[in-house]
Protein backbone atom coordinates (compact mmCIF):
# COMPACT_ATOMS: atom_id res chain seq x y z
CA UNK A 1 0.00 0.00 0.00
CA UNK A 2 1.28 3.41 -0.96
CA UNK A 3 -0.02 6.98 0.48
CA UNK A 4 -2.38 8.67 -1.88
CA UNK A 5 -0.63 11.32 -3.89
CA UNK A 6 -2.86 14.61 -4.76
CA UNK A 7 -4.74 14.37 -8.04
CA UNK A 8 -2.62 15.61 -11.32
CA UNK A 9 -4.37 18.69 -12.00
CA UNK A 10 -3.26 19.75 -7.48
CA UNK A 11 -0.04 18.67 -8.52
CA UNK A 12 0.44 20.91 -11.72
CA UNK A 13 -0.97 23.63 -9.81
CA UNK A 14 1.67 23.05 -6.98
CA UNK A 15 4.58 22.62 -9.62
CA UNK A 16 4.00 25.92 -11.18
CA UNK A 17 4.01 27.60 -8.06
CA UNK A 18 7.26 25.11 -6.37
CA UNK A 19 8.89 25.64 -9.68
CA UNK A 20 8.91 29.86 -9.08
CA UNK A 21 10.31 29.00 -5.82
CA UNK A 22 12.96 27.00 -7.04
CA UNK A 23 13.98 29.51 -9.47
CA UNK A 24 14.36 31.91 -6.50
CA UNK A 25 16.34 29.51 -4.97
CA UNK A 26 18.70 28.50 -7.47
CA UNK A 27 19.35 32.82 -7.66
CA UNK A 28 20.86 32.54 -3.55
CA UNK A 29 19.02 31.66 -0.89
CA UNK A 30 21.77 31.60 1.45
CA UNK A 31 22.71 28.28 2.97
CA UNK A 32 20.76 27.26 6.11
CA UNK A 33 17.75 29.38 5.08
CA UNK A 34 14.47 27.92 5.96
CA UNK A 35 11.84 28.29 4.03
CA UNK A 36 8.23 28.36 5.01
CA UNK A 37 4.80 26.50 4.48
CA UNK A 38 3.78 29.73 1.37
CA UNK A 39 7.08 28.47 -0.09
CA UNK A 40 7.50 24.88 0.07
CA UNK A 41 9.04 23.19 -3.38
CA UNK A 42 8.19 19.59 -2.79
CA UNK A 43 4.49 18.25 -3.04
CA UNK A 44 4.28 15.27 -1.19
CA UNK A 45 3.27 14.65 1.98
CA UNK A 46 1.00 16.18 4.41
CA UNK A 47 0.74 20.23 4.05
CA UNK A 48 2.16 21.18 7.58
CA UNK A 49 5.36 19.28 7.27
CA UNK A 50 8.44 21.59 7.74
CA UNK A 51 10.51 21.97 4.41
CA UNK A 52 14.21 23.45 4.90
CA UNK A 53 15.93 24.24 1.73
CA UNK A 54 20.04 24.89 0.89
CA UNK A 55 21.78 25.91 -1.78
CA UNK A 56 24.98 27.14 -2.88
CA UNK A 57 26.75 27.59 -6.26
CA UNK A 58 29.08 24.90 -7.98
CA UNK A 59 30.72 27.25 -10.29
CA UNK A 60 29.23 29.49 -12.67
CA UNK A 61 25.53 28.45 -13.67
CA UNK A 62 25.98 25.42 -11.80
CA UNK A 63 23.57 25.38 -8.48
CA UNK A 64 23.67 22.56 -6.19
CA UNK A 65 20.06 22.17 -3.54
CA UNK A 66 19.56 20.10 -0.76
CA UNK A 67 15.84 19.85 0.52
CA UNK A 68 14.42 18.18 3.46
CA UNK A 69 10.48 17.73 4.15
CA UNK A 70 9.81 16.49 7.41
CA UNK A 71 11.72 16.61 10.66
CA UNK A 72 11.27 13.23 12.36
CA UNK A 73 12.36 10.09 11.70
CA UNK A 74 9.54 7.32 10.22
CA UNK A 75 9.14 3.81 12.29
CA UNK A 76 10.83 1.24 9.81
CA UNK A 77 7.78 -0.68 9.23
CA UNK A 78 5.90 2.57 7.98
CA UNK A 79 8.36 3.86 5.43
CA UNK A 80 5.95 2.76 2.54
CA UNK A 81 3.15 4.04 3.75
CA UNK A 82 3.96 7.28 5.77
CA UNK A 83 2.92 11.14 4.48
CA UNK A 84 4.75 12.49 6.84
CA UNK A 85 8.12 11.76 5.38
CA UNK A 86 10.86 12.53 5.75
CA UNK A 87 12.20 13.52 2.21
CA UNK A 88 15.52 14.11 1.53
CA UNK A 89 16.18 15.75 -2.05
CA UNK A 90 19.26 16.49 -4.00
CA UNK A 91 19.20 19.04 -6.79
CA UNK A 92 22.09 19.82 -9.18
CA UNK A 93 20.99 22.30 -11.72
CA UNK A 94 22.84 23.57 -14.74
CA UNK A 95 22.41 26.98 -17.06
CA UNK A 96 23.87 26.45 -20.26
CA UNK A 97 23.80 30.31 -20.56
CA UNK A 98 26.23 30.74 -17.68
CA UNK A 99 27.77 27.48 -17.53
CA UNK A 100 31.54 27.42 -18.62
CA UNK A 101 32.00 23.55 -18.80
CA UNK A 102 29.67 20.50 -20.38
CA UNK A 103 27.32 18.01 -19.14
CA UNK A 104 28.41 14.04 -20.51
CA UNK A 105 27.61 10.58 -19.54
CA UNK A 106 31.04 8.48 -19.01
CA UNK A 107 31.60 5.04 -18.10
CA UNK A 108 34.73 3.11 -16.53
CA UNK A 109 37.74 1.60 -18.08
CA UNK A 110 35.30 -0.67 -20.36
CA UNK A 111 31.77 -0.68 -21.00
CA UNK A 112 31.31 -3.90 -19.64
CA UNK A 113 32.37 -3.08 -16.10
CA UNK A 114 31.00 -1.47 -13.26
CA UNK A 115 31.90 1.39 -10.57
CA UNK A 116 31.35 3.71 -8.25
CA UNK A 117 29.63 7.33 -8.88
CA UNK A 118 32.25 8.89 -7.12
CA UNK A 119 34.81 7.17 -9.06
CA UNK A 120 33.48 7.83 -12.53
CA UNK A 121 33.12 11.81 -11.53
CA UNK A 122 36.39 11.70 -9.97
CA UNK A 123 38.15 9.93 -12.70
CA UNK A 124 36.43 11.82 -15.09
CA UNK A 125 37.64 15.67 -14.00
CA UNK A 126 34.06 16.32 -13.03
CA UNK A 127 32.54 18.83 -10.87
CA UNK A 128 29.28 16.63 -9.91
CA UNK A 129 27.59 13.85 -11.02
CA UNK A 130 24.82 11.40 -10.43
CA UNK A 131 24.49 7.35 -11.97
CA UNK A 132 22.38 6.96 -14.99
CA UNK A 133 21.93 4.10 -16.66
CA UNK A 134 19.95 0.92 -15.74
CA UNK A 135 22.50 -2.06 -16.47
CA UNK A 136 22.56 -5.46 -16.24
CA UNK A 137 24.11 -5.86 -12.96
CA UNK A 138 24.15 -8.85 -11.17
CA UNK A 139 22.23 -10.65 -14.21
CA UNK A 140 25.68 -10.57 -15.79
CA UNK A 141 28.50 -11.60 -13.90
CA UNK A 142 30.97 -11.19 -16.50
CA UNK A 143 29.57 -8.11 -17.66
CA UNK A 144 27.26 -6.02 -15.14
CA UNK A 145 27.79 -2.98 -16.33
CA UNK A 146 26.53 -3.34 -19.89
CA UNK A 147 23.76 -0.73 -20.59
CA UNK A 148 20.28 -2.35 -20.60
CA UNK A 149 18.99 0.19 -23.32
CA UNK A 150 21.09 2.90 -25.01
CA UNK A 151 24.58 3.87 -24.24
CA UNK A 152 25.77 6.49 -26.27
CA UNK A 153 29.38 8.42 -25.74
CA UNK A 154 31.15 11.73 -27.56
CA UNK A 155 28.98 10.28 -30.57
CA UNK A 156 29.75 6.36 -30.66
CA UNK A 157 26.50 4.61 -30.07
CA UNK A 158 27.87 1.80 -27.85
CA UNK A 159 24.08 0.25 -26.69
CA UNK A 160 21.61 0.23 -29.05
CA UNK A 161 17.93 1.19 -27.23
CA UNK A 162 15.98 -1.41 -26.70
CA UNK A 163 12.42 -2.20 -27.87
CA UNK A 164 10.39 -2.17 -24.38
CA UNK A 165 8.13 0.11 -24.28
CA UNK A 166 8.94 1.70 -21.12
CA UNK A 167 12.65 2.42 -21.88
CA UNK A 168 13.09 5.99 -22.49
CA UNK A 169 16.58 8.37 -23.26
CA UNK A 170 18.02 11.18 -22.03
CA UNK A 171 20.64 12.90 -24.72
CA UNK A 172 22.88 15.66 -24.64
CA UNK A 173 25.24 17.56 -26.66
CA UNK A 174 27.90 18.64 -24.33
CA UNK A 175 28.85 21.30 -27.07
CA UNK A 176 26.14 23.72 -25.87
CA UNK A 177 24.34 21.19 -23.09
CA UNK A 178 21.49 21.41 -24.93
CA UNK A 179 19.34 18.08 -23.96
CA UNK A 180 16.22 16.09 -25.30
CA UNK A 181 14.27 13.59 -23.64
CA UNK A 182 11.78 10.58 -25.74
CA UNK A 183 12.12 7.35 -26.93
CA UNK A 184 14.80 6.72 -29.71
CA UNK A 185 14.48 3.71 -31.93
CA UNK A 186 17.80 2.01 -33.66
CA UNK A 187 18.53 0.05 -36.55
CA UNK A 188 21.71 -1.56 -38.34
CA UNK A 189 22.96 -3.85 -40.79
CA UNK A 190 25.82 -5.19 -42.58
CA UNK A 191 26.51 -5.08 -46.05
CA UNK A 192 29.11 -6.61 -48.02
CA UNK A 193 30.84 -3.81 -50.19
CA UNK A 194 31.38 -6.48 -53.12
CA UNK A 195 28.44 -9.42 -53.22
CA UNK A 196 26.07 -6.57 -51.82
CA UNK A 197 24.90 -9.39 -49.14
CA UNK A 198 22.88 -7.60 -46.24
CA UNK A 199 22.33 -9.10 -43.11
CA UNK A 200 20.90 -7.16 -40.28
CA UNK A 201 22.16 -6.30 -36.94
CA UNK A 202 20.13 -7.56 -33.17
CA UNK A 203 22.67 -5.92 -30.90
CA UNK A 204 25.46 -3.65 -29.94
CA UNK A 205 28.02 -5.03 -27.26
CA UNK A 206 25.47 -7.92 -25.41
CA UNK A 207 26.52 -10.90 -25.11
CA UNK A 208 24.61 -13.01 -28.24
CA UNK A 209 22.60 -15.66 -26.80
CA UNK A 210 22.66 -19.52 -27.90
CA UNK A 211 19.44 -21.01 -28.93
CA UNK A 212 18.33 -23.77 -26.33
CA UNK A 213 17.75 -26.26 -29.07
CA UNK A 214 21.49 -25.69 -30.03
CA UNK A 215 24.15 -25.46 -27.01
CA UNK A 216 25.33 -28.74 -27.40
CA UNK A 217 26.88 -27.99 -31.21
CA UNK A 218 30.16 -26.69 -31.29
CA UNK A 219 29.17 -25.86 -35.33
CA UNK A 220 26.85 -23.34 -34.53
CA UNK A 221 26.21 -22.74 -38.43
CA UNK A 222 24.34 -25.98 -38.20
CA UNK A 223 21.61 -25.04 -36.13
CA UNK A 224 17.91 -24.69 -37.58
CA UNK A 225 17.42 -22.26 -34.41
CA UNK A 226 17.36 -18.40 -35.49
CA UNK A 227 20.38 -17.09 -32.89
CA UNK A 228 21.65 -13.22 -32.18
CA UNK A 229 24.40 -10.93 -34.63
CA UNK A 230 25.56 -8.59 -32.78
CA UNK A 231 28.22 -5.76 -33.09
CA UNK A 232 31.28 -5.29 -30.47
CA UNK A 233 33.87 -2.57 -30.19
CA UNK A 234 36.93 -2.07 -28.32
CA UNK A 235 35.23 -0.44 -25.03
CA UNK A 236 32.94 -3.14 -24.66
CA UNK A 237 35.62 -5.45 -22.61
CA UNK A 238 38.79 -6.45 -22.11
CA UNK A 239 38.10 -9.34 -24.83
CA UNK A 240 34.72 -10.05 -26.52
CA UNK A 241 32.36 -12.75 -25.01
CA UNK A 242 33.71 -16.52 -25.58
CA UNK A 243 31.47 -19.49 -26.39
CA UNK A 244 30.35 -21.52 -29.64
CA UNK A 245 29.21 -19.24 -32.65
CA UNK A 246 31.21 -16.87 -35.21
CA UNK A 247 33.10 -14.26 -34.98
CA UNK A 248 34.76 -11.88 -37.90
CA UNK A 249 37.05 -9.22 -36.51
CA UNK A 250 37.07 -5.99 -38.78
CA UNK A 251 40.11 -2.92 -39.20
CA UNK A 252 39.17 0.42 -38.64
CA UNK A 253 38.64 -0.08 -42.91
CA UNK A 254 35.58 -2.59 -42.10
CA UNK A 255 37.91 -5.46 -44.04
CA UNK A 256 37.81 -8.70 -42.61
CA UNK A 257 41.26 -9.62 -40.86
CA UNK A 258 40.22 -12.76 -38.78
CA UNK A 259 37.38 -15.24 -38.83
CA UNK A 260 36.93 -18.09 -35.85
CA UNK A 261 34.37 -20.93 -36.07
CA UNK A 262 34.54 -20.15 -32.11
CA UNK A 263 33.69 -16.89 -30.36
CA UNK A 264 36.21 -14.62 -27.93
CA UNK A 265 39.09 -12.07 -29.44
CA UNK A 266 40.56 -9.55 -27.73
CA UNK A 267 40.09 -6.25 -30.04
CA UNK A 268 43.30 -3.38 -30.81
CA UNK A 269 41.77 0.35 -30.78
CA UNK A 270 39.81 0.53 -34.05
CA UNK A 271 38.79 -3.04 -34.83
CA UNK A 272 35.06 -4.02 -34.65
CA UNK A 273 34.12 -7.68 -34.26
CA UNK A 274 30.79 -9.50 -35.60
CA UNK A 275 29.13 -12.51 -33.66
CA UNK A 276 26.66 -14.89 -34.50
CA UNK A 277 24.99 -17.67 -33.43
CA UNK A 278 22.28 -20.21 -34.29
CA UNK A 279 21.81 -20.30 -37.96
CA UNK A 280 22.43 -17.05 -38.19
CA UNK A 281 26.26 -17.96 -37.52
CA UNK A 282 26.23 -19.59 -41.13
CA UNK A 283 24.61 -16.61 -42.56
CA UNK A 284 27.56 -14.14 -41.00
CA UNK A 285 29.85 -16.44 -42.76
CA UNK A 286 28.27 -16.04 -45.89
CA UNK A 287 28.28 -12.12 -45.80
CA UNK A 288 31.48 -12.04 -44.42
CA UNK A 289 32.97 -14.93 -47.00
CA UNK A 290 34.50 -12.10 -49.91
CA UNK A 291 35.98 -8.12 -49.13
CA UNK A 292 35.21 -5.78 -46.33
CA UNK A 293 31.79 -5.12 -44.79
CA UNK A 294 29.95 -1.74 -44.37
CA UNK A 295 28.19 -1.56 -40.74
CA UNK A 296 24.71 0.58 -40.49
CA UNK A 297 23.60 2.11 -37.44
CA UNK A 298 21.09 4.70 -37.16
CA UNK A 299 19.05 6.33 -34.52
CA UNK A 300 15.97 8.04 -35.00
CA UNK A 301 13.60 10.11 -32.27
CA UNK A 302 10.44 9.50 -31.33
CA UNK A 303 9.02 10.81 -34.77
CA UNK A 304 10.94 8.97 -36.81
CA UNK A 305 13.58 12.19 -37.23
CA UNK A 306 16.90 10.58 -37.90
CA UNK A 307 19.46 11.75 -35.06
CA UNK A 308 23.04 12.16 -36.40
CA UNK A 309 25.66 10.63 -34.29
CA UNK A 310 28.19 13.59 -34.14
CA UNK A 311 31.15 14.37 -31.54
CA UNK A 312 29.44 15.25 -28.22
CA UNK A 313 26.49 13.60 -28.08
CA UNK A 314 25.93 11.53 -25.61
CA UNK A 315 22.62 9.46 -24.36
CA UNK A 316 21.63 7.27 -21.46
CA UNK A 317 18.39 5.09 -20.67
CA UNK A 318 15.56 5.49 -17.89
CA UNK A 319 13.07 3.32 -17.64
CA UNK A 320 9.80 5.48 -17.96
CA UNK A 321 9.26 9.57 -18.44
CA UNK A 322 7.84 11.16 -15.36
CA UNK A 323 7.07 14.57 -17.62
CA UNK A 324 6.06 15.86 -20.79
CA UNK A 325 5.59 19.31 -22.18
CA UNK A 326 5.02 19.89 -18.01
CA UNK A 327 2.43 17.44 -17.59
CA UNK A 328 2.64 14.16 -15.62
CA UNK A 329 2.85 11.52 -17.85
CA UNK A 330 3.56 8.22 -15.61
CA UNK A 331 1.91 5.00 -16.31
CA UNK A 332 -0.01 3.07 -13.69
CA UNK A 333 2.28 0.28 -12.62
CA UNK A 334 -0.38 -1.36 -10.30
CA UNK A 335 1.34 -3.02 -7.96
CA UNK A 336 4.75 -3.45 -9.55
CA UNK A 337 7.51 -2.81 -6.88
CA UNK A 338 9.09 -0.55 -9.62
CA UNK A 339 6.15 2.07 -8.82
CA UNK A 340 6.86 1.34 -5.12
CA UNK A 341 8.47 4.37 -2.86
CA UNK A 342 12.43 3.69 -3.65
CA UNK A 343 15.57 5.70 -4.00
CA UNK A 344 15.37 7.73 -7.43
CA UNK A 345 17.31 9.36 -10.14
CA UNK A 346 16.17 12.24 -12.11
CA UNK A 347 17.37 13.87 -15.30
CA UNK A 348 15.48 17.03 -17.19
CA UNK A 349 15.00 19.95 -18.54
CA UNK A 350 13.16 22.99 -17.71
CA UNK A 351 11.29 25.36 -20.48
CA UNK A 352 14.05 27.69 -20.32
CA UNK A 353 16.85 25.62 -21.41
CA UNK A 354 18.23 24.14 -18.12
CA UNK A 355 19.07 21.16 -17.31
CA UNK A 356 18.19 19.15 -13.86
CA UNK A 357 19.88 16.26 -12.01
CA UNK A 358 18.20 15.07 -8.64
CA UNK A 359 18.18 12.17 -6.27
CA UNK A 360 15.97 11.36 -4.02
CA UNK A 361 17.17 8.97 -0.51
CA UNK A 362 14.96 6.01 -0.02
CA UNK A 363 14.49 3.19 1.84
CA UNK A 364 15.62 4.47 5.32
CA UNK A 365 13.86 6.03 8.07
CA UNK A 366 15.45 9.30 7.25
CA UNK A 367 14.45 9.70 3.92
CA UNK A 368 11.46 7.05 2.60
CA UNK A 369 12.02 7.63 -0.82
CA UNK A 370 9.31 8.18 -3.47
CA UNK A 371 6.34 6.28 -5.41
CA UNK A 372 6.88 6.76 -9.41
CA UNK A 373 3.53 9.31 -8.86
CA UNK A 374 5.77 10.95 -6.33
CA UNK A 375 8.64 11.70 -8.33
CA UNK A 376 7.01 12.92 -11.31
CA UNK A 377 4.91 15.40 -8.95
CA UNK A 378 8.95 16.34 -7.63
CA UNK A 379 10.38 16.46 -11.21
CA UNK A 380 7.75 18.92 -12.01
CA UNK A 381 7.53 20.79 -9.01
CA UNK A 382 11.59 21.30 -9.57
CA UNK A 383 10.32 23.15 -12.81
CA UNK A 384 11.11 20.21 -15.27
CA UNK A 385 8.90 20.20 -18.02
CA UNK A 386 10.36 17.31 -19.46
CA UNK A 387 11.86 14.23 -16.83
CA UNK A 388 12.92 10.67 -16.92
CA UNK A 389 13.53 7.91 -14.06
CA UNK A 390 17.11 7.01 -14.22
CA UNK A 391 18.35 4.24 -12.55
CA UNK A 392 17.10 3.89 -8.64
CA UNK A 393 17.28 1.75 -5.61
CA UNK A 394 20.70 1.19 -4.51
CA UNK A 395 22.82 2.51 -7.77
CA UNK A 396 21.16 6.17 -6.79
CA UNK A 397 24.30 8.59 -5.95
CA UNK A 398 25.25 12.03 -6.37
CA UNK A 399 28.85 13.12 -6.03
CA UNK A 400 29.77 17.08 -6.16
CA UNK A 401 33.48 18.65 -5.52
CA UNK A 402 35.12 15.16 -5.02
CA UNK A 403 32.55 13.69 -2.54
CA UNK A 404 29.39 11.78 -1.88
CA UNK A 405 26.49 14.28 -1.88
CA UNK A 406 23.31 11.87 -1.06
CA UNK A 407 22.95 8.84 1.52
CA UNK A 408 22.75 5.89 -0.54
CA UNK A 409 20.67 2.80 0.52
CA UNK A 410 23.51 1.30 2.23
CA UNK A 411 27.09 1.31 0.87
CA UNK A 412 27.51 2.91 -2.76
CA UNK A 413 26.95 0.76 -5.69
CA UNK A 414 29.13 0.22 -8.40
CA UNK A 415 27.23 0.73 -11.36
CA UNK A 416 27.58 0.75 -15.26
CA UNK A 417 27.91 5.03 -16.44
CA UNK A 418 27.17 8.18 -14.70
CA UNK A 419 25.91 11.50 -16.36
CA UNK A 420 28.91 14.48 -15.17
CA UNK A 421 29.31 18.16 -15.46
CA UNK A 422 33.02 18.76 -16.51
CA UNK A 423 34.58 22.49 -16.08
CA UNK A 424 35.71 24.03 -19.59
CA UNK A 425 34.73 23.12 -23.19
CA UNK A 426 34.01 19.88 -24.12
CA UNK A 427 37.35 18.36 -25.81
CA UNK A 428 36.02 14.66 -27.42
CA UNK A 429 35.80 11.45 -25.78
CA UNK A 430 33.55 9.71 -23.00
Known amino acids: MTVPTPGLSGLRRAGALAAATLAAVALGVAPGARAD ?5 LPIGDADLTEVTTSRALADGVT ?4 VRGTEPTPADQINTTSRGPWVVNVLTIDPRRARGHLKATYGPNLGQVEKTTDLVRDSGALAGVNASFFT ?4 PLYPGDPVGLGLY ?3 LLSEPTTEPGEVNFVVDANNNRALTGKLTWSGSVRNRRTHAVLPLEFINHPPVVPAGCTALTDQSACTEPGDVVQFTSEFDSATPSGVGVEVV ?3 LGCVVRTATTRGATLAAGQTSLQATGR ?5 LAVASRGCLDLTSALADQRGRKLPLRSGLFGVNGRYPLTANGQIVVPDGGSDSFFARNPRTIAGTTRDGKVVLATIDGRQTTSVGTTLDETAA ?6 MSDAVNLDGGGSTAMAAEGALVNHPSGAERAVGDALVYVEGRYHGGH
Open 64 to 67: LTHI
Open 280 to 284: DAGAL
Open 137 to 140: FTAS
Open 37 to 41: AASDI
Open 154 to 156: GGK
Open 378 to 383: VAQALG
Open 250 to 252: LNR
